[in-house]
């Protein structure tokens, strides 16, 4: 099973862009499918978006497409979210997580221990 280590969070005016990344541990990261998700204070977890394993295949959160990006590369073990046009509600904590077994659209539905491995996060910061 792999390991997630989040990175690239912060504080950033509407508008403007941030890159987050998501590293993992062990030799079988081609073989998961990857998603983001954000939790904003107060409110539920919510699906961002998933890229399938051999990348190939992404699926997008509504309020998200078009802005976001998800992309991964196999050989450093990373998936990453660019995020373009950020507005002050894209500010939440987002997660990595990774499943062997589900598609990105499948994961779209998914939340907690339905997914294999979850990262711990990194906090993102819209201001207006």
């Known amino acids: 099973q792999v390991q997630l280590v989040e990175s690239g969070g912060g504080l950033v005016q509407a508008g403007g862009s941030l890159r987050l990344s998501c590293a993992a541990s062990?030799?079988?990261?081609?073989?998961?499918?990857m998603g983001w998700f954000r939790q904003a204070p107060g409110k539920e977890q919510e699906f961002v978006a998933g890229?399938?394993?051999?990348?190939?295949?992404?699926y997008y959160a509504d309020p998200v497409k078009g802005r976001f990006t998800i992309s991964r590369d196999d050989a450093k073990n990373t998936v990453y979210l660019q995020m373009n046009s950020l507005k002050p509600e894209d500010t939440a904590v987002y997660y990595c997580?990774?499943?062997?077994?589900?598609?990105?659209?499948?994961?779209?539905?998914?939340?907690?221990?339905?997914?294999?491995?979850w990262g711990q996060g990194t906090l993102v910061t819209v201001s207006s």
């Open positions: 062990g030799s079988t990261f081609s073989e998961y499918t």
């Open positions: 890229i399938n394993w051999g990348g190939r295949t992404t």
């Open positions: 997580a990774a499943d062997k077994h589900v598609t990105a659209s499948a994961m779209s539905v998914l939340r907690g221990n339905a997914l294999d491995t």
